[in-house]
């Protein structure tokens, strides 16, 4: 199978959380896995794998750091159950610009550079 992706997936465990369009108040716990410059796999409860099945655009927002947190809607290109736990979710970043998507841009060239040298 063909890579199609722009730019290498870093793996990485963050904890994190999102929330659907609907309900922006209603943050659900997740753990990003991976990032690339355009996307992030994460990992939530098995619960809400149906919801996001349907390819929502959802708000999306982890800690980079203790100083540094950073919140970017989304857009669930796939998502399935893993086990009768955990669903893992893959999406792509819809605007990429702005501040906090500076940072995302910084701390994935950081990451990338120290795990490949």
């Known amino acids: ?3 199609e992706r722009i730019s290498q997936r870093v793996h990485i ?3 994190a959380m ?6 922006p ?8 896995i991976n990032i690339s410059t355009h996307g992030f796999c994460f990992r939530t409860k098995a619960k809400y794998a149906g919801m996001l099945s349907d390819k929502p655009v ?14 970017l809607d989304i ?27 500076k940072k995302i841009l910084e701390f994935y060239t950081k990451t990338f550079r120290e795990r490949s040298g």
């Open 13 to 15: 465990e963050l904890p």
């Open 25 to 32: 108040n209603s943050w659900i716990g997740a753990d990003v």
């Open 1 to 3: 199978m063909r890579e």
């Open 58 to 71: 959802i708000q999306l927002g982890f800690a980079l750091s203790v100083e540094e947190s950073v919140a």
């Open 75 to 101: 857009q669930v290109v796939w998502a399935g159950k893993t086990s009768d736990y955990n669903c893992l979710v893959g999406g792509e970043i819809l605007n990429p610009s702005g501040s906090d998507y």
């Open 18 to 23: 999102f929330c659907f369009q609907e309900s």
